[in-house]
């Protein structure tokens, strides 16, 4: 009889009182760093997962109201849809794990009118906080 309680006790210490598994999040903040002038800019960029997962692979977007067009850019690989701009992650930097930031990325753009601040940054499709600097 003491065998069956200690093994019922046991069981329920294993399988009542487990703990639940830790849920993943995404969180990111982005500075976003542009020098300016008459018809053009240059934009550098960090991001840093302030989440508990880990993005990989990672694609950052970029969203403008304007009429933007890259020129050229460094340390991902760039694409344009306007009016966003896509920056995938580098072979070299496949992830961003959580209290990381990534390798400084950038791009040289050109507009016609007045520049303005992109509308949105998301990483893998979450809005990321933005610091313009």
């Known amino acids: ?54 993005f990989s692979p990672w694609l950052l977007q970029i969203v403008f109201a304007g009429d933007e067009t890259m020129s050229s850019g460094w340390a991902a690989t760039w694409t344009q849809t306007p009016p966003s701009l896509q ?3 580098p072979v070299w930097a496949p992830s961003i794990a959580p209290g990381t930031t990534s390798a400084s990325i950038g ?5 016609t009118g007045t520049y303005t601040n992109p509308t949105g940054i998301t990483l893998n499709g979450v809005p990321c906080t933005v610091t313009y600097i």
């Open 1 to 54: 009889m003491r065998i069956l309680t200690a093994l019922a006790v046991a069981a329920a210490l294993v399988l009542g009182f487990s703990l639940p598994a830790r849920a993943m999040s995404y969180a990111c903040d982005v500075t976003y760093d542009s020098t300016v002038w008459t018809g053009g800019f240059v934009a550098s960029i960090t991001v840093e997962n302030t989440g508990t997962s880990t």
């Open 87 to 89: 920056a995938a992650n």
């Open 107 to 111: 791009f040289v753009a050109t507009f």
